[in-house]
C-alpha cells in the first residue's frame, strides 16, 4: 500500500529535480530509502558536554558511546537491534569528499568502537549492533557530536545527522536551565526535525532539578516550542543496572523515557514519518521556492525604461520633423518671392541705365557711321547684365539652399550641400542686334534736293530781275538759284541724320526691351526649376530623415514588445513553480493535520 | 624609573595640562588616588556561572550571596590572608547580551584586573574578553584576565576526583590561541566545595565526620544522588552548601584522615582549586600590583588625551605612546605566565631560572636573583646579575631556538640588563 505521505514525498523529489538540484535529490533518496525501512531513528544531540553519550548507554546499560569529561565524542555512533554484539567504523562515507580511503566498512571490537571512531578523523560514523529489548522494534539510536563546539567538523556533522532523525533528544543538564543558544537551537532543530523532547541529564548532581525543570518548560512554553521535558539520571541508572536495584531504576528517571520511547515513537512510527516527511517537504519546498521567488521579484522588475523612452523620442521627433517641414517650406517659397522680386528689380534697373545711356550717345552719334561699334557696346553691357544678374541668382540660391539645409537637416546631413547648381547654367540670351534701316543721302539725291532749292531761288529772283529788265535768266537770278540750292541740299541733310538717330534709338530700345523679355523670362524659368529641384531634394532629405527614426522607433518597439512577452512568460513560468511548490507544501501540511498524539505534541 | 613612577609622573603632568578642565581633572584626580589602593579584581561571567560563590571563596567569608543576580557592581574589600596583600574584589551583573556593554564599561573603568567565570571552556566568550581588552593600552598588555572553570565539579561529573579531569581540560585551553592571547592563565576551581571549605563550620564539620563515620555501603547509596541525601533536612542544609561534590569530597577527605576542622579545610582548598587560584592571582596580580596599577591609570590617562585632544597634552600623548610601547613590565608577566602555562617552553633548569629572573618570585632585585633579603648587597647582586645576563646572552645566541623562546630569552636578556645596572 502506497502511503500518502510516500507520494507527496516523491513529489517532492520530482520537483528537486525539475529545478535541477541533485543535492536535494541524492540526500532526499537517502532520507526515503531510511523511511521505507521500519525504522525509527532518534537522534541524541545537545551542547558540548551535557551527557549526550552516557544518556544513551544508560539507556542500552551499556558502555556503548565513549564518555570523558572533556570534549569526547567526534563521531556519531548509530546504534541499532542485532542478534548478536557486533560494530564497524564506516569511513569516508556517502558525500564526505575529505574522506582519502574510499568507502569502507570495518568491523572492530565493540567495546573500543566509539573510542575508535572518535580518534579517527576518517570515520564517518561508528555503527553498533546490540542484542537489546529496547532496539528490538526498530528502534535506533544516533549518538552526536555536540553543537556548538569550538569545530566546526562537530557542529557540521550533528546538523547534517538531523535531518534523517525521525525524532529527536536534545539533552541538557540540569546544573542550569536551558540557555539561549538550546533554545535557538532547538527552534532550528524543531523545523528540521519536528518530534523533539528535551532530556534533562545529571539530576543526581543537583538539589534543585525541580525547579531546574519548571523553568525550562516555562522557557519552552515562552519560545512557543511545545516540547516535554524528561528528567533522568544515567549514573543512577547505571548504578541500578549494576546493583539490580529497581527501585533507584525508578529514581534515575529512564522509566518515563524508555517508555516514551517505546509507547510514543515506535508505536506512532506512521504518524512520525508523516511528520518527517512534512517537516522536509517543506523545507525543501521553501530552499526551492526562496530563489524563484527572488527571480520573481527580480523578473517583475526588469527595466524597459530606458527603451521606452528612447521609442517615445523617436516619436516626438517624427511629430517635429513634420512642424518643420511645414516651416521650411514656407520659407523656402518666402526666399524665393523675395529673390524674384529682388533679380526683376535689378534687371529692370542695369537695362534702363543701359537705355539712358544709349538716348544720350545717340544725341551726338550718327548711326550711319557709329553703329558698329556701338552694337559691340550693346552687346558687351547686356551679356554683363545678364552675367551679374545670373550669377547674383545662383549666389542667392546657394544661400538660401544652406539656410534651408540648416532647418531641415540640422545634424548636417551634406545632401544639400553639393553643388547642384553648376547644371543650371544660363544660355546666352542676347541676339544679334539688327541694323535700323537707313537712308543714304546720295549724289543724285543731293542733286535734286538742289535743283529744287535753287529752281524756286531762280524763279523767285528772275522774275525780279525782270522788272528791272533784265532777262529771266541773268547772274543775279542764277546766283540767287545756287544759294538756295545749296541751302536746301544742307537743311535735306540735318533733317536725315536727325531721322538715323531716332531709328537707331528705337531699334537700341526694342533690341533692349527684346532681352528683358527672353532673359527676364528665362530667369524666372531657372528660379523656378531650381527652387522646385531644392525643394524637392529637402523634402526627400526630410523623407530620408522620417524613415530613418520610422524605422528605429519600430525597431525598439519591436525589442520592447519580445521583452514583454519574454518576462511575461518568465513570470507565468516561475508563479507556476511557485505555486506548485505552495501546493506540495500544503499537501505536505495535511500529512500532519491527521491526527496529533500525546507526547508527540511538536 | 619604573612603569609606576613613569606614570605617576606623567598623571600629574596631565592634571597641571588640563587644569581648565574640571571633568579631565576630576578623572585624573580619581585614578591618582586610585594608585595606592589595593588591586580591584572584578569577577566576570555569564550567569549561574559561581560568581558570587568565587568571591566568598576567595574573601574567606560569605561576603555575596550567591544565586541573586545583581544589578549593580558590588565591592569588598578582603584580605586574603594575613600573609598576602589586600585585594578589593568586584562582584559584577552577569554578562549577557543585554547588560553586556555596561558590564564591559564599568569593568574598564573600575577595575585593575579580571577574573573571567566560565562554567564550561565552550562558554568562553571570547568576545566579551576581546571587549575588556579593547583598548590600545589595554591591547598591548593584555595581562589583566583569568580564565577560571568555576564549576569543575560538574566537569568531572561530581567524581571525588573532578578537579584532576578539570585541570587536564584547563592545560588544553590554556594553551589554545584563542583564550592565551586574551588570558593569562586558566585554572578550575570547584566554586562551592571552596568556598565551603573556606568557611567551614564546627557544626558542619561534625555532620560530615558524622557521615564519614558511617559504613560504606549505607553511606554510598545516600551520596549517589542530591534527592537522597537531601531527604534528611540537617544534610540539605550542608548539600546547599557543599554540592554533591563538596560532601563526596569531604567524607572521603575525613575518612581518609583529615582530623579537625582545620585540616579538612586546608585539605578541601586544596582538592577544590582554590589554592591554585589563589597563587594565580597573587603571582599575576596581586604581587604585581604597581604594574596593574600603573596600566589602568596609562588607560585612565589615554581616554582623557582622545577625548580632550589639546596641543598643551601632545607630548603627553607622544610619551605615553612610549611608555607603553617600551614597558618591559607587561612583557615579564606575559612571560611568567607563558611559562608556568607551557606556552613557552625552556630548558627545565632555565626555565626554572627565567622564571625567577623576570620575577615569578617577586620583583625586587634579591628574589630575582635568588638571594635571601637579608644577605643581599649591591656587588654581590650585580655581580650575579651580570652573570646571568652573560649566560643568557649566550643561550639566545643558539641558532637552533623557536621564536618562542627567543623571545622569551630577549625578555630575560632585558630583566638581566635591569638587574645589573640598577
Known amino acids: 500500500m502506497a502511503s500518502p505521505w510516500l507520494d507527496v514525498l516523491d513529489d517532492t523529489i520530482r520537483a528537486c529535480a525539475a529545478h535541477e538540484r541533485q543535492d536535494l535529490v541524492d540526500r532526499l533518496r537517502v532520507r526515503r530509502a531510511q523511511l521505507v525501512e521500519p525504522r525509527v531513528r532518534v537522534l541524541v544531540f545537545g551542547e558540548p558536554s551535557q551527557g549526550k553519550s552516557q544518556l544513551v548507554n544508560g539507556l542500552l546499560n551499556a558502555p556503548v558511546c565513549a564518555v570523558g569529561d572533556d570534549l569526547t565524542t567526534t563521531a556519531p555512533v548509530v546504534i541499532r537491534h542485532a542478534s548478536e554484539p557486533v560494530a564497524t567504523l564506516v569511513t569516508g562515507g556517502d558525500d564526505e569528499a575529505r574522506a582519502i580511503e574510499g568507502p569502507g566498512h570495518r568491523p572492530v571490537p565493540i567495546e573500543s568502537a566509539a573510542a575508535r571512531a572518535n580518534a579517527d578523523e576518517t570515520v564517518v560514523r561508528a555503527e553498533v549492533g546490540l542484542p537489546r529489548e529496547l532496539l528490538a522494534k526498530g528502534l535506533t539510536l544516533i549518538d552526536t557530536p555536540p553543537v556548538g563546539a569550538p569545530t566546526a567538523r562537530h557542529t557540521r556533522n550533528a546538523l547534517a545527522a538531523l535531518?534523517?532523525?525521525?525524532?529527536?533528544?536534545?539533552?541538557?543538564?540540569?546544573?542550569?536551565?536551558?540557555?539561549?543558544?538550546?533554545?535557538?537551537?532547538?527552534?532550528?532543530?524543531?523545523?528540521?526535525?519536528?518530534?523533539?523532547?528535551?532530556?534533562?541529564?545529571?539530576?543526581?548532581?543537583?538539589?534543585?532539578?525541580?525547579?531546574?525543570?519548571?523553568r525550562n518548560q516555562a522557557h519552552l512554553a515562552r519560545g512557543g516550542l511545545p516540547v516535554t521535558v524528561l528528567p533522568v539520571s544515567a549514573s543512577l541508572r547505571l548504578a541500578a543496572a549494576r546493583a539490580g536495584d529497581t527501585a533507584l531504576n525508578e529514581e534515575s528517571g529512564f522509566g518515563a523515557l524508555v517508555q516514551y520511547l517505546h509507547r510514543d515513537l515506535i508505536g506512532h512510527a506512521d504518524l512520525l514519518r508523516r511528520r518527517s516527511v512534512a517537516a522536509l517537504t517543506r523545507l525543501t519546498a521553501d530552499q526551492l521556492t526562496a530563489p524563484l521567488r527572488e527571480r520573481l521579484a527580480a523578473a517583475k522588475e526588469t527595466d524597459t525604461d530606458e527603451l521606452t523612452a528612447r521609442w517615445r523620442a523617436a516619436g516626438r521627433k517624427l511629430e517635429e520633423l513634420q512642424r518643420e517641414s511645414q516651416r521650411w517650406q514656407t520659407l523656402l517659397s518666402d526666399e524665393v518671392a523675395d529673390l524674384v522680386a529682388d533679380l526683376d528689380f535689378d534687371l529692370r534697373d542695369r537695362t534702363r541705365r543701359i537705355l539712358r545711356e544709349v538716348d544720350e550717345y545717340f544725341e551726338v552719334a550718327d548711326p550711319a557711321k557709329d553703329w558698329d561699334e556701338f552694337a559691340e557696346w550693346m552687346y558687351e553691357n547686356l551679356r554683363a547684365v545678364a552675367e551679374t544678374n545670373s550669377n547674383w541668382l545662383l549666389d542667392r540660391f546657394e544661400w538660401i539652399a544652406r539656410k534651408i539645409a540648416r532647418q531641415v537637416a540640422p545634424r548636417g546631413s551634406g545632401s544639400l550641400r553639393e553643388r547642384w547648381l553648376e547644371s543650371t547654367q544660363l544660355d546666352d540670351h542676347v541676339g544679334e542686334l539688327r541694323r535700323p534701316a537707313i537712308e543714304r543721302f546720295g549724289v543724285g539725291q543731293?542733286?535734286?534736293?538742289?535743283?529744287?532749292?535753287?529752281?524756286?531761288?531762280?524763279?523767285?529772283?528772275?522774275?525780279?530781275?525782270?522788272?528791272?529788265?533784265?532777262s529771266l535768266i541773268n547772274p543775279i537770278s542764277i546766283g540767287a538759284g545756287a544759294a538756295f540750292g545749296a541751302k536746301s541740299v544742307f537743311e535735306e541733310r540735318g533733317n536725315r541724320l536727325k531721322r538715323r538717330q531716332s531709328a537707331a534709338r528705337t531699334a537700341a530700345h526694342r533690341y533692349v526691351d527684346d532681352f528683358f523679355l527672353i532673359y527676364g523670362k528665362e530667369s524666372k524659368d531657372t528660379v523656378r526649376m531650381i527652387h522646385r529641384d531644392l525643394r524637392d531634394r529637402c523634402t526627400a532629405v526630410a523623407q530620408e530623415l522620417r524613415v530613418e527614426i520610422t524605422e528605429s522607433a519600430k525597431r525598439i518597439k519591436e525589442v520592447i514588445d519580445t521583452e514583454t512577452a519574454q518576462r511575461t512568460a518568465r513570470v507565468r513560468e516561475l508563479s507556476k513553480s511557485i505555486d506548485e511548490l505552495t501546493s506540495l507544501r500544503r499537501r505536505a501540511q495535511s500529512l500532519t493535520a491527521a491526527g496529533t498524539v500525546r507526547g508527540l505534541t511538536a | 624609573m619604573s612603569l609606576a613612577e613613569v606614570t605617576w609622573s606623567l598623571l600629574n603632568r596631565a592634571l597641571e595640562a588640563y587644569g581648565d578642565s574640571p571633568q579631565a581633572t576630576a578623572w585624573l584626580r580619581r585614578h591618582l588616588a586610585r594608585f595606592h589602593d589595593p588591586v580591584r579584581l572584578a569577577v566576570v561571567g555569564p550567569a549561574r556561572a559561581g560568581k558570587s560563590t568565587v568571591v566568598n571563596a576567595l574573601a574567606g567569608e560569605l561576603v555575596a550571596e550567591p544565586g541573586v543576580p545583581d544589578t549593580e557592581l558590588s565591592w569588598y574589600q578582603v584580605r586574603q590572608s594575613r600573609s598576602r596583600q589586600e585585594l578589593l574584589l568586584l562582584d559584577t551583573p552577569p554578562v549577557d547580551r543585554d547588560t553586556e556593554s555596561r558590564v564591559v564599561e564599568g569593568i574598564c573603568m573600575e577595575a585593575d584586573a579580571v577574573l573571567y567565570l566560565m562554567r564550561h571552556p565552550q562558554d568562553a566568550d571570547l568576545a566579551f574578553l576581546r571587549a575588556v581588552q579593547d583598548h590600545p593600552v589595554a591591547r598591548a598588555a593584555p595581562v589583566t584576565a583569568l580564565g577560571v572553570l568555576s564549576r569543575a565539579d560538574e566537569l568531572g561529573g561530581g567524581r571525588v576526583d573532578a578537579i584532576v579531569s578539570a585541570r587536564q581540560i584547563a592545560r588544553r585551553h590554556r594553551r589554545e590561541p584563542g583564550l592565551s592571547g586574551l588570558c593569562q592563565d586558566v585554572l578550575p576551581v570547584a566554586g562551592l566545595a571552596a568556598c565551603a571549605g573556606r568557611t567551614l563550620r564546627e557544626d558542619e564539620f561534625e555532620l560530615l565526620a558524622a557521615l564519614a563515620a558511617l559504613p560504606k555501603q549505607e553511606l554510598d547509596p545516600l551520596l549517589l544522588s542530591a534527592d537522597r541525601f537531601a531527604a534528611d533536612e540537617a544534610r540539605a542544609a550542608l548539600l546547599e552548601r557543599f554540592g554533591l561534590f563538596g560532601v563526596r569530597l569531604a567524607t572521603t577527605l575525613v575518612r581518609r584522615g583529615a582530623r579537625g576542622q582545620a585540616a579538612l579545610s586546608a585539605q578541601l582548598l586544596q582538592r577544590s582549586g582554590l589554592g591554585e587560584l589563589r597563587d594565580a592571582v597573587e603571582l599575576y596580580f596581586t604581587d604585581r600590583a604597581d604594574v596593574l596599577k600603573a596600566r589602568s591609570a596609562l588607560i585612565g590617562l589615554e581616554v582623557v588625551l582622545r577625548m580632550e585632544p589639546r596641543p598643551a597634552a601632545g607630548p603627553l600623548l607622544a610619551e605615553l605612546e612610549r611608555t607603553v610601547a617600551g614597558a618591559h613590565e607587561f612583557r615579564e608577566l606575559r612571560l611568567i605566565a607563558a611559562l608556568r602555562t607551557g606556552r613557552v617552553r625552556l630548558p627545565e633548569e632555565l626555565s626554572e631560572e627565567a622564571f625567577r629572573l623576570v620575577g615569578g618570585y617577586g620583583g625586587e632585585a634579591s628574589a630575582r636573583l635568588g638571594f635571601e633579603a637579608a644577605e643581599a648587597a649591591g656587588p654581590a647582586l650585580r655581580h650575579e646579575a651580570v652573570g646571568a645576563l652573560r649566560r643568557w646572552q649566550e643561550y639566545a645566541g643558539n641558532p637552533l631556538l623557536g621564536a618562542a623562546e627567543r623571545r622569551a630569552a630577549a625578555v630575560v636578556i632585558r630583566s638581566c640588563e635591569a638587574l645589573a645596572t640598577s
Open chain 1, 163 to 214: 535531518q534523517q532523525a525521525d525524532a529527536a533528544l536534545l539533552v541538557s543538564d540540569a546544573t542550569k536551565e536551558l540557555s539561549s543558544s538550546e533554545l535557538d537551537l532547538l527552534t532550528r532543530v524543531c523545523a528540521l526535525c519536528p518530534t523533539v523532547v528535551v532530556v534533562l541529564t545529571k539530576i543526581d548532581m543537583v538539589p534543585g532539578w525541580r525547579r531546574v525543570a519548571e
Open chain 1, 446 to 470: 543731293k542733286l535734286f534736293v538742289g535743283m529744287r532749292g535753287s529752281y524756286s531761288g531762280l524763279l523767285m529772283f528772275g522774275l525780279a530781275t525782270t522788272l528791272a529788265g533784265m
